[in-house]
């Protein structure tokens, strides 16, 4: 099946600082998806990115979908504490839109 | 306006034993899917469904059985629980790119 292999598992880092990770995937993928999950929560939806290049943000996160359409990053600016939580990156692929596949998550923990 | 709803929200089961996960939504959302979530790692897809009356495997899917009747309700079967089952379990809508999920269950299997 797709794998996604998501980068980095953890990181953590000083409230302030900026914060990258990237998703790749063995497939060539049609949309990419980046979710946040808390504590004891289901997934939110952060950004979504619809074709290859795009680059979109959302107050402090930026995506980009990369351009070989098997890879995305997602940077957060000027991280605070409520930015902790685990992050995912997903994505259904061209053979079937309808099945969407989630990377391992990175898990951020931001000291104050 | 409750999105999706899932219950129980803790179940713990004995091997062997089986049990229905409830996810209910009131979006009127054609797609629904179910994913499990071990610790530490991410969501691998179980079931889905494009409507009612249509169900697909998804990653990994033995083990498990699923229903749509209905296009609010999207119930999945464990018929004879196993310890690799422990899990939290997702339910979610998809319209657009955008899921929706549940709170979860997690489920104990001893």
Same mark, same amino acid.
């Given at each position: 099946?797709?794998? *996604?292999?998501?980068?980095?598992?953890? !990181?953590?880092?000083?409230?302030?600082?900026?914060?990258? !990770?990237?998703? =790749?995937s063995?497939?060539?993928?049609?949309t990419?998806?980046?979710?946040?999950?808390?504590?004891?929560?289901?997934?939110?939806?952060?950004?979504?990115?619809?074709?290859?290049?795009?680059? =979109?943000?959302?107050g402090?996160? =930026?995506?980009?979908?990369?351009i070989?359409r098997?890879?995305?990053? *997602? @940077?957060?600016?000027?991280?605070?504490?409520s930015?902790?939580?685990?992050y995912?990156?997903?994505g259904?692929?061209?053979? @079937? @839109?309808?099945? !969407?596949?989630?990377?391992?998550?990175?898990?951020? =923990?931001?000291?104050? | 306006?409750?999105?999706?709803?899932?219950?129980?929200?803790? %179940?713990?089961?004995?091997i062997?034993?089986?049990?229905?996960?409830?996810?209910?939504?009131?979006m009127?959302?054609?797609?629904?899917?179910?994913?499990?979530?071990?610790?530490?790692m991410g969501?691998?897809l179980?079931?889905?469904?494009?409507g009612?009356?249509?169900?697909d495997?998804?990653?990994?899917?033995?083990?498990?059985?699923?229903? %749509?009747s209905t296009t609010?309700?999207f119930p999945? %079967?464990l018929?004879?629980?196993a310890?690799?089952?422990?899990?939290?379990y997702?339910?979610?809508?998809i319209k657009g790119a955008?899921?929706?999920?549940?709170?979860?269950? %997690?489920?104990?299997?001893?």
């Open positions: 099946g797709q794998q *996604l292999n998501q980068s980095p598992q953890s !990181m953590f880092i000083q409230e302030g600082e900026d914060v990258s !990770m990237n998703c =790749t063995s497939s060539i993928f049609n990419w998806l980046w979710y946040k999950q808390d504590p004891g929560e289901g997934p939110v939806l952060l950004i979504a990115l619809y074709k290859a290049g795009e680059l =979109t943000s959302n402090r996160l =930026t995506a980009q979908f990369g070989t098997k890879d995305s990053f *997602l @940077n957060i600016s000027a991280s605070i504490p930015d902790v939580g685990i995912f990156c997903a259904s692929t061209e053979y @079937n @839109n309808n099945d !969407m596949r989630f990377g391992a998550g990175t898990r951020l =923990t931001v000291k104050p | 306006n409750a999105g999706v709803t899932q219950t129980p929200k803790f %179940r713990i089961l004995k062997g034993q089986s049990m229905t996960l409830q996810c209910a939504q009131d009127n959302h054609n797609y629904m899917y179910w994913y499990r979530q071990d610790p530490g969501l691998k179980i079931y889905y469904s494009v009612a009356g249509i169900t495997k998804g990653e990994v899917p033995n083990g498990y059985n699923v229903s %749509r609010e309700d999945l %079967r018929e004879l629980a310890p690799s089952q422990t899990s939290v997702f339910c979610a809508t955008e899921a929706f999920f549940g709170q979860g269950t %997690r489920l104990t299997v001893v």
